[in-house]
């Protein structure tokens, strides 16, 4: 049996960081559209009408109960053939970023949602009242007093929720894409299954190291946030 070979995990590492920007430009679409699909989702999910509140509820437990790989191979394989028998385009020729990014979006969006409603309704409202009645729109009170401290509540749980997507994201090589994961199996393939537990010990530096760097990040931006979305006081004591 052939013994570990700590000094191939090395050599390995330049060359899976070379596919580090295809990674990270999945993990950013997917996170920017998922967040946009889960304020969506969060709003209706706060709406006074009962059958939005409801379509929400059902599409979140839905996603949120389908596998991340589930999910992958049903966009990978549903959706070209959904297309296909309504439009008549196909699109089996799109890069399979593209699909990857839209079945992880889904996913991402349903956690979401989630997070940014607790995190509105974490906020008293009495601040939001506040606000208004000293001549503050509600749009105002919005974007000035509620958003910045339900985001600064939000991101500890962000946080998480992005990590767990960017390891979600080394799914996307079961469908051919060429990520750091995909890399990483090109690797042993043309090693003909040999140094597997190398490339994988290389793989997982990377990702440790780089949720380190990104919690960090978010740590740093959440303690701003905190630092500049305390109540402001009011004429007459009242907190805003």
């Keep these: 049996m052939r013994s570990f070979n700590p000094s191939f995990v090395i050599e390995s590492i330049p060359n899976l960081l070379a596919w580090l920007p295809i990674t990270l430009l999945v993990l950013a679409a997917t996170a920017v559209i998922g967040t946009v699909l889960g304020a969506i989702l969060a709003r209706s999910g706060l709406s006074r009408l009962s059958l939005l509140r409801t379509v929400s509820a059902l599409i979140i437990g839905a996603v949120r109960c389908t596998p991340p790989i589930v999910m992958l191979f049903l966009i990978y394989y549903g959706l070209p053939i959904i297309v296909r028998s309504t439009t008549g385009m196909d699109i089996n020729t799109w890069h399979k970023a593209l699909f990857v990014i839209a079945a992880l979006a889904i996913l991402f969006s349903a956690n979401m949602a989630e997070i940014m409603r607790a995190a ?42 992005l990590v767990n997507l960017a390891k979600d994201g080394s799914l996307a090589y079961t469908i051919g894409l060429v990520d750091m994961m995909g890399q990483g199996n090109l690797i042993i393939a043309r090693n003909h299954g040999a140094y597997g537990l190398e490339i994988y010990t290389a793989l997982a530096i990377i990702y440790w190291l780089f949720t380190i760097v990104l919690e960090k990040v978010l740590l740093h931006w959440e303690k701003r946030l905190r630092a500049g979305s305390r109540p402001l006081i009011a004429e007459g004591g009242s907190q805003l």
């Design 120 to 161: 509105y309704t974490s906020i008293d409202r009495g601040q939001r009242e506040a606000a208004v009645s000293v001549g503050l729109s509600e749009n105002q009170a919005f974007a000035r007093i509620v958003l910045p401290q339900a985001t600064a509540a939000a991101l500890p749980n962000f946080t998480t929720a």
